[in-house]
């Protein structure tokens, strides 16, 4: 089947540290993977993604590279800022799912001055 | 283009009314999907959309269904709401090329709380 876990949260980190959410899945063929944000009493945003192996999504600083042997994608940011307290999705989606996302269940970040 | 649009924005009902929710997909795209999203359950897919059929669904009661509309805008109807049914409900939309994976773009979403 299909699956997204992320490392559970919430996580806290001071302002310019470096940030790690992990996320691995399970897919059947081969998906595009997905990271997207939301802030407070909003919906979610397209933050990057990648359609194939190897392939590094970027946006606002934050990376991830699909890695197809490890199956993971996980979400990368050298220096955090404040503004980026927020809550992050890893997804996936691809014609092997009949192009229905799956989510995983969210990080929040907070990141302190 | 406009963004996906959500009315309403926010709406408190009583157990055991139902509800309708209304969803505009990004002009041109013709898969919507809808989302229960809960801090406990986190997010829930609900139903898709493409062509006006139902194409995936998720593993909710029949008291939650949909529709979509030939101009691709999409509604969700909730009957006989619980306590339980509060919940921020987003729908997403994505062009849904053949063998391609397109990004789901979000709306804003309809906070609905049941009193």
């Known amino acids: 089947g299909n699956s997204v876990t992320q490392m559970e949260g919430p996580v806290t980190l001071s302002e310019e540290a470096f940030l790690t959410i992990n996320c691995t899945y399970t897919a059947t063929g081969y998906p595009s993977l997905f990271w997207y944000v939301q802030y407070p009493g909003e919906g979610l945003q397209l933050l990057l993604k990648a359609t194939k192996a190897d392939d590094k999504g970027s946006n606002k600083g934050f990376e991830a590279t699909y890695r197809k042997e490890t199956t993971s994608f996980h979400l990368e940011k050298g220096s955090v800022q404040v503004s980026d307290s927020a809550v992050y999705f890893c997804?996936?989606?691809?014609?092997?799912?009949?192009?229905?996302?799956?989510f995983g269940t969210g990080t929040s970040l907070t990141v302190i001055p | 283009k406009a963004g996906v649009t959500q009315t309403p924005r926010y709406l408190i009902k009583t157990r055991g009314q139902q509800v309708t929710l209304s969803c505009s997909p990004i002009s041109g795209h013709r898969s919507v999907s809808w989302y229960q999203q809960t801090p406990g359950q986190g997010l829930q897919f609900l139903f898709e959309?493409?062509?006006?059929?139902?194409?995936n669904k998720g593993n909710f009661p029949g008291r939650f269904s949909g529709r979509q509309f030939s101009n691709s805008r999409s509604e969700m109807n909730v009957s006989t709401l619980e306590l339980g049914d509060s919940a921020l409900y987003l729908c997403a939309s994505n062009f849904d090329g053949t063998g391609t994976a397109y990004e789901q773009y979000f709306g804003p979403g309809t906070r609905l709380t049941v009193t």
């Open positions: 959309y493409f062509s006006e059929t139902q194409r």
């Open positions: 997804a996936l989606s691809g014609w092997s799912t009949g192009n229905q996302f799956y």
